[in-house]
């Protein structure tokens, strides 16, 4: 007796990019969310994100429950002729870097005032600190910490401008603290420019930061503090925020989830579903 025995279907090696995309267009076509997702799956909307852009790796395991939650057999999201049959909500046609909510923070002036005064103070003596390298200390740092928490620290906002990312107010708050001899503003010639530097007349409230905020911001003071405010400034205008915003318009801290190597600052495996 013979059995006859159907060759079985090669199937095409997926890259975690194209999965992330078939998942990203299925949910948009079922009107979820990235953030509707992320609660029935029990991870963070940042992990989505990653999910989506071929950036985070999927175990089989995780991958079954996606497939679950938006309704196709795992065998459909990885066929070769995948076809998306439901259509897209107009409301979710958009470009997949744009796809992010609008993140409004809450400025806390008094914590940005003590950050001023730490950063000014772990960065005394080194004579490259000016007033450019200082905004993109203060930059990161914010950046940096909403990326691993998703809180804000200052709760600064920040304008895409011609040298790169600026904190909006700073030049008042400034002035206030020269008032009241918190600080000390002087101009100096660096190299053969012009620089605008200060220094501080006071002590930052170190109550006033958490431990979390201080490893965060030391670490960016370890990583940008020795460069020139030329390098610091070529380095933030290739960040996602800076690069995915419009010239003059706020940057949208939601899109430090878009980030790639180097700048990313979270490891997203780490959330399993």
């Not at 999201?77 to 107009?90: G, H, I, M, R, V």
């Not at 002087?186 to 053969?192: L, R, S």
């Not at 220094?199 to 201080?214: C, D, V």
């Amino acid at each position: 007796m013979y059995f006859c025995v159907e060759k079985p279907k090669v199937m095409k090696k997926m890259t975690q990019k194209e999965i992330g995309k078939r998942i990203a267009e299925i949910r948009k076509s079922k009107g979820y969310s990235q953030g509707d997702l992320a609660k029935m799956l029990n991870i963070s909307r940042p992990s989505i994100t990653q999910i989506e852009l071929g950036k985070r790796n999927l175990t089989v395991l995780e991958l079954k429950e996606i497939a679950n939650i938006i309704s196709i057999s795992i065998d459909k999201l990885l066929s070769s002729n995948f076809t998306l049959t439901e259509p897209l909500l107009d409301k979710d046609i958009t470009d997949e870097a744009q796809e992010y909510r609008v993140s409004i923070p809450e400025f806390k002036i008094n914590k940005f005032k003590d950050i001023l005064l730490y950063i000014l103070e772990k960065c005394a003596g080194k004579p490259n600190v000016g007033e450019t390298l200082l905004y993109k200390l203060f930059y990161f740092s914010d950046f940096n910490y909403y990326e691993l928490y998703e809180e804000h620290l200052s709760g600064a906002e920040y304008r895409k401008l011609p040298y790169g990312p600026v904190p909006q107010k700073l030049d008042t708050i400034i002035n206030q603290m020269i008032t009241n001899k918190q600080l000390k503003r002087f101009k100096v010639d660096y190299h053969g420019y012009p620089q605008t530097r200060y220094i501080p007349l006071s002590k930052p409230n170190l109550s006033s930061l958490s431990a979390r905020e201080k490893d965060v911001i030391d670490k960016v003071i370890d990583q940008y503090s020795d460069w020139s405010a030329f390098a610091v400034s070529e380095y933030s205008h290739k960040d996602m925020p800076w690069l995915a915003s419009k010239d003059g318009e706020v940057i949208d801290y939601e899109l430090v989830f878009y980030r790639e190597a180097p700048y990313t600052v979270r490891n997203y495996d780490e959330n399993a579903l």
